[in-house]
Each structure stands twice: as structure tokens, then as C-alpha cells.
């Protein structure tokens, strides 16, 4: 049964390109520490927290791994950039396969309460409690690409620069990699005359909605996409209330979350 859920939360497939991106073991001077542990286990455990929306404390025992060393292993790990790298190694992935499409890419952002910590803020449309900030930026076809985390009281439109430096150059099936997208689709939030020439600068055509001219429905038929992702991310339970007092580690699971949902689809594509 167990063996069964940890293959479920982390199948072979997923490991395989986990592996190589885990920072190997540094003995201490004085000795001691967790190098017995499995990685593969540890890292099993993180993605139930993810899944599940448990507490440390409440890991279960059936994985081997204890609540203190689970999350000092996901603490290190973040720092280290794994859920970055892990993100854009499936990425790659699907890219070979020619299953990112740079047509255009997709920006949204969603709120979510927040207990405490950094990068919170005031929720505009919460009665101004305490909150974050969901950005994302999706393909075409609604595939996370990029997302970041910011207070909920910070304005959609500032995430969209960073979030488009922050597209990763993905393999594709001919030629060298890609990054830049062809168009890039928003709702009016994220216009403004400095972005559209920023884009054009770039060569990304842009196709946001004009305040006072497009209907707040500008998106049509693409809306679904990056409504549908950013559900897909929300279907990690973790996600859902922020308890994380490290800005940090909210923004690691988040990443975590977009690599997962991209790998749902590699793995899709595979069988």
C-alpha cells in the first residue's frame, strides 16, 4: 500500500530526471548526520506535503523519513534551485517531443490567503487580509512555463517583465532552443503603452486587452487555458492557504507544482 502511494507520488519516470538534480551528501567535520536516509524517499515525502496539504509535523511515519529531516531536506534542496532545474528538465522533455508551443504564451495571476511571512500583503478584494500572489505564465495550450510568488496587494502587471525574463530556454525537436514566444495574451491588468513596447522590443507581439476599449473578456477563448493551469496548480493542497513563514518555500512549492504538471503531461504523452 505504501509502496504503491510513494510509486504514485513519484514514479520512475519523475525520479529519473529528479536524481541527477539532488545535491549529493556532505559529511560533517564532527560526523553524524542523515546520509543514510534515501533521497528518493525524501523527496517522496515533500510531494505528499505538496499533494496532500498536511502539516510537517503530520508526515506519516510510513514513509521513513521524519518531519525535521523532510523539511531541512526541502529547505536545502530549495535553496539550491531543484524544483527550478527539475521544472525545466521536463520541460526539455516536452520540448523534443514538440509539445511546448511558443505561438503565445498566457499571464494570469490568483490570490491565495497567507498566515504570515514574507511576501505578503493586504488582499485588495479579501477585505485586505494578509495574502499572496500567484503569477503564471503558460504556452498556448495552458502549460506552466513560469510562475513566481508576490504580496497580494502587488499589482498583476508587475510580475509579466519578470516572468517573461524568466521563461527558461527550452529543447525543441529541431534547432536550438527557445525561449521567446511569438505573442503574449493578457487580460487589461497588464497593459500599459511602457509594457507593449517593452514586448515589441523583444519581438513578442502583444495582445492585451485595452482598458476602456476590449471587453474584460478580451482573453476568449484562451481565458480556459490559463484558468484550467492555474486550477491544475490549486489541485496541490499546499497551495490552496499559504502557511509558510519563508516566502521562499511557498514560491519552491509553487515551482514543485509546475513541474509536476508539466511532467503529468510528459508522462501522458509517453504511454
Not at 157 to 180: I, M
Not at 191 to 198: F, G, H, M, R, V
Request: proline share 5%.
Amino acid at each position: 500500500m505504501v509502496v504503491d502511494l510513494s510509486h504514485r507520488l513519484v514514479p520512475d519516470g519523475l525520479w529519473r530526471l529528479a536524481a541527477p538534480l539532488i545535491p549529493s551528501f556532505a559529511s560533517r567535520r564532527q560526523g553524524g548526520g542523515t546520509a543514510g536516509l534515501e533521497d528518493r524517499a525524501v523527496f517522496t515525502a515533500v510531494v505528499y506535503v505538496l499533494t496532500s496539504g498536511c502539516a510537517w509535523r503530520h508526515l506519516p511515519p510510513t514513509f521513513g523519513v521524519s518531519p525535521a529531516t523532510a523539511h531541512r531536506r526541502f529547505a536545502a534542496w530549495s535553496k539550491a534551485g531543484v524544483w527550478v532545474r527539475l521544472h525545466r528538465a521536463v520541460l526539455d522533455e516536452l520540448g523534443v517531443r514538440g509539445e511546448v508551443d511558443w505561438t503565445s504564451t498566457i499571464i494570469d495571476a490568483a490570490s491565495v490567503r497567507a498566515k504570515k511571512g514574507h511576501l505578503t500583503g493586504r488582499n485588495p478584494v479579501d477585505r485586505g487580509k494578509k495574502g499572496s500572489k500567484l503569477h503564471v505564465l503558460t504556452d498556448a495550450r495552458g502549460l506552466p512555463l513560469a510562475v513566481g510568488v508576490s504580496g497580494a496587494n502587488v499589482h498583476d502587471s508587475q510580475a509579466l517583465k519578470p516572468l517573461v525574463r524568466g521563461l527558461p530556454a527550452v529543447r525543441s525537436r529541431r534547432g536550438p532552443r527557445r525561449r521567446r514566444p511569438d505573442r503574449l495574451r493578457g487580460d487589461k491588468a497588464y497593459y500599459s503603452a511602457d509594457t507593449l513596447a517593452w514586448l515589441r522590443q523583444r519581438g513578442i507581439t502583444p495582445r492585451i486587452a485595452r482598458p476602456g476599449v476590449d471587453s474584460s473578456e478580451r482573453l476568449g477563448r484562451h481565458r480556459w487555458k490559463i484558468e484550467r493551469s492555474i486550477a491544475w496548480l490549486f489541485g496541490y493542497r499546499r497551495l490552496t492557504v499559504r502557511y509558510e513563514r519563508e516566502g521562499s518555500h511557498f514560491a519552491a512549492f509553487l515551482g514543485l507544482a509546475a513541474a509536476l504538471t508539466c511532467y503529468k503531461k510528459l508522462a501522458k504523452i509517453s504511454t
